[in-house]
């Protein structure tokens, strides 16, 4: 049987005629080496921006429902044209939707997770020498129903179709040439890195930096598929890989930093300091899909018996969950809810700062040297992030990127690094 | 059980935001009499040719199932947004695409016939309260793969969902204020019918009258379907009734005038006068789904033993129409083909004709007395139709408009009579 790769490319990859006969022969290329090439696609360009326009100019609070339907039709559009693009150049291919594959769904509109995908028509169609082009981004329930997975979501359509078809590997074309030590357009000196695991790039992608969307890259690590993000522009350039750990040689405590601005600060206070109140809170943050990054739980005021309960969430989740908030406030007999939104994450990533002690007082030093306030903190075996003010994440990110020796030895040659929409 | 009424909205009663508004507007009017509401939608106004172009762009002769892949994709973009609208104005409202649905054709692509359609989902939808907005033009097949119906299918899509749920009526809306006598732009004084016949309307369909085409008026026919043509802009107008001949009161021979501008004439010359060369020919025709209108058969030569055949078809089959004759002229031993395509079939169409001798004879009349050559003549029960040169079409429309005294008092108001895109 031969070797299946599976390729993703993303919007500014296919944004147009030309960039999509690009792509067509980035693909050719692959097929060419011998190998099963199955590719997925995300809408063109700024086609979803243009759709997301006229649904709000008809209603402010379209449905989620009908926004799927509306926005699954630019990948469609993406995927018939390369399909084209690549028989012009004589070779066989053949496009499908998600609900023509089976890519199955949860029941929840604008971002649902993957729980199957059909592989029998895949099969059948590279057996008959095909190259098949899918469109990313969507998927289906099994009643039919058109879902789109989020952000990111075509990252995570071609992770969990190399998984399902077992493929060698899944290379993310994308705009920018790999995985950096940190945001090159901030750092210039951020260097690429070669190999990175999994579990360092779910920290980095977790922490901001947008190359990949963390969910793809967990469903890499669940079913190891070896990932390389690589650029759609400059095809010689290997990009870099995603592995496991286990298979990597670990030389530096720390492999990246990243600074996330896309956070908001929510301070519930004066919580009364009896069991059971944050699991409501949480739980009822949780039971509308908003996810909690960051939470800090003051010492209880003994006068007053109460708790304030900090919590970072992602700034589009504010207005659900000021409202969920509200909804509970009387059941938590809770006080004033602050927000707080001018804020940064700034984060150091290394499968490396497990067995080395010091890292974590070598970034809190360095923060303090340089008259950085740390406001919150929270850690993970291979991470440490602190809350800081917003106006401080660049110099955070200069300072904490040079004492952990992550420079190269030349600027990085930046094309484009926003990332990909879907 | 509440009566279901199916509508459909062309591509330029959805060409923008606005209009997308007024046809909610239309649907929720109907909604409000207590019926139940079904609504097909085209793509929106030029979206259609935009991906053409670029397809052409990326593939000169591009697959006709990527074709279908693509252009499927504009009607899912009006669903969406017209459902949304329909949301804003506090209705419920759901949209469906073809595959959803289950409406099932051929495995054709391109110009696919319905087979069948499922009714359970829509059944189900409209019992809980919904305005349902379906996708027009586009099918599946029973392997999942996407067609489109051709020219004119979202009429078709209408008219078979209004039979498939046993509507009351199906109303197309289009830009034309109902079906004329004659085409408005070339005889100002074509006077708007209020009623016309299933078989008056095919006929005036197949001769060039653009309003409806052909496939959904006989589906219409089929099924006993009542159809009504009238305006997106103007809903005041109740346009024209399309009902079974047995159901109408005929007043007058003709009910309209035709000219079809579309067809070339093609003759095969000197094909050997032995039985089954027409039956070779027309089936390989056939066989390519290629129509045939007029046909003459030239009397034997008796010197060599051969005939002349001639034909008309549409225009767009003449490439293939060529390529088909090439591979059988040898098989044939037939001599020349002749191309000719500066012809116009002009037609006289009533159901009233039947029982009314002379009809015939003062359309030959009228054309001769107009300086006007008839080269090919073909009749049915309630039509006659002549082939003329291009260039006495229009003198030929107004003649004949005028001697049936199809007149109008005043001169139509034609806002726009360009038939709407799929």
Known sequence: MKKIIVQKFGGTSVADIEKIKNVARTVIKEKDNGNDVVVVVSAMGHTTDHLVKMAKEINPNPSAREMDMLLSTGECVSIALLTMAIQAAGYKAVSFNAIQIGILTENIHSKARIIDIKTDKLRKNLDNGNIIVVAGFQGVTEDGEITTLGRGGSDTSAVALAAALNAQRCDIYTDVEGVY??????????????????????????????????????????????????????????????????????????????????????????????????????????????????????????????????????????????????????????????????????????????????????????????????????????????????????????????????????????????PDED
Chains 1, 2 share one sequence.
């Open 181 to 418: 030590t940190t945001d090159p357009r901030i750092v210039p000196k951020a260097s690429r890195l070669d190999v990175i695991s999994y579990e360092e790039m779910l920290e980095l992608a977790h922490a901001g930096a947008n190359v990949l969307h963390p969910r793809s890259v967990e469903t890499a690590k669940q079913y190891a598929v070896p990932l390389r993000v690589r650029s759609s522009f400059n095809i010689d350039n290997e990009g870099t890989l995603i592995l496991g750990v286990e298979k990597m040689e670990i030389n530096k405590p720390v492999a990246g930093v990243a600074s996330d601005l896309s956070q908001v600060r929510v301070v519930v206070c004066d919580i009364p300091d009896t069991p059971g109140e944050a699991a409501t809170l949480f739980g009822s943050l949780a039971d509308e899909n908003i996810s909690v990054d960051m939470i800090i739980q003051s010492y209880a005021r003994k006068a007053y018996n109460t708790n304030d309960i900090a919590f970072t969430i992602n700034k589009e989740d504010l207005p659900r969950t000021m409202s969920i908030l509200d909804s509970i406030k009387t059941k938590l007999s809770a006080g004033d809810v602050k927000v707080d939104d001018d804020i940064a994450k700034i984060s150091i990533i290394g499968a490396g700062m497990i067995d080395r002690p010091g890292i974590a007082s070598t970034m809190f030093e360095t923060l303090a040297k340089n008259n950085i306030n740390i406001r919150m903190i929270s850690t993970s075996e291979i991470k440490i992030s602190c809350l800081i003010n917003k106006e401080d994440a660049q110099k955070a990110l200069k300072a904490l990127h040079s004492v952990f020796n992550l420079e190269a030895e030349e600027s990085a040659d930046v094309k484009g690094t926003l």
